[in-house]
Antibody, heavy 119, light 110 residues
């Protein structure tokens, strides 16, 4: 069955960076893109960008451009996201989601990773 | 502030029909498909409707979607207690080159 399993909770200080992972299984990795989204406490969903797992091409929301990097390891069917220069406003649950190419539909989601930024 | 506009709350009693709206513009809902997600607090969102009115396998046919112009709607027939959750719409925006989400609607089953 299709699964996206994310890494565990992170606690970071302001100014630090964090790297999250999203291990996929149960489907052909390169046939789908992976998007990253986040949800601040009590807030709605916010799109961060995507990575095309076949060739590694990426696209980022203007909100995060220059501060977020997506990479993939096709041999490990895993996608990674690094966020730099963290502030308290980055405290949120971060989700990876599988995306059929050519759509913005998210048909399978990871369980989410809580990132808490506090001094 | 979300570019797609949803009512913050909706409610209904068991068995009722409830609709949730999602309003946008020509560059998003008006020209690209809308998706709907259900999120029970503390869990990841789940896809309910894609491409305006398509239901993934496993989603009960009580859930339906529609689009007209620059607005979309999610309808839930025969409301059940387990439908109590937050509901989000999303769509691609061709001008912003971004995925937009509505602010979410909290559905309460009275």
């Amino acid at each position: 069955q299709v699964q996206l399993v994310q890494s565990g909770t992170e606690v970071k200080q302001p100014g630090a960076s964090v790297k999250l992972s999203c291990k996929t299984s149960g489907y052909t990795f390169t046939n789908y893109a992976v998007h990253w989204l986040r949800q601040a406490p009590g807030q709605g969903l916010e799109w961060m960008g995507w990575i095309i797992t076949g060739d590694g091409n990426t696209a980022y929301s203007q909100t995060f451009q220059g501060r977020v990097t997506f990479v993939r390891d096709a041999s490990a069917t895993t996608v990674y996201m690094e966020v730099s220069s963290l502030t308290s406003e980055d405290t949120a649950v971060y989700y990876c989601a599988r995306n059929p190419l050519g759509t913005v539909t998210y048909d399978y989601w990871g369980q989410g990773t809580l990132v808490s930024v506090s001094s | 502030q979300s570019v797609l506009t949803q009512p913050p709350s909706a409610s209904g009693t068991p068995g009722q029909r409830v609709t949730i709206s999602c309003s946008g513009g020509n560059s998003n809902i008006g020209s690209h498909g809308v998706n709907w997600y259900q999120q029970v607090p503390g869990t990841a969102p789940k896809l309910l409707i894609y491409a305006n009115d398509q239901r993934p396998s496993g989603v009960p046919d009580r859930f339906s979607g529609s689009r007209s112009g620059t607005s979309a709607s999610l309808a839930i027939n025969g409301l059940q207690s387990e439908d109590e959750a937050d509901y989000y719409c999303d769509a691609w925006d061709g001008s912003l080159h971004a995925v937009l989400f509505g602010g979410g609607t909290k559905l309460t089953v009275l």
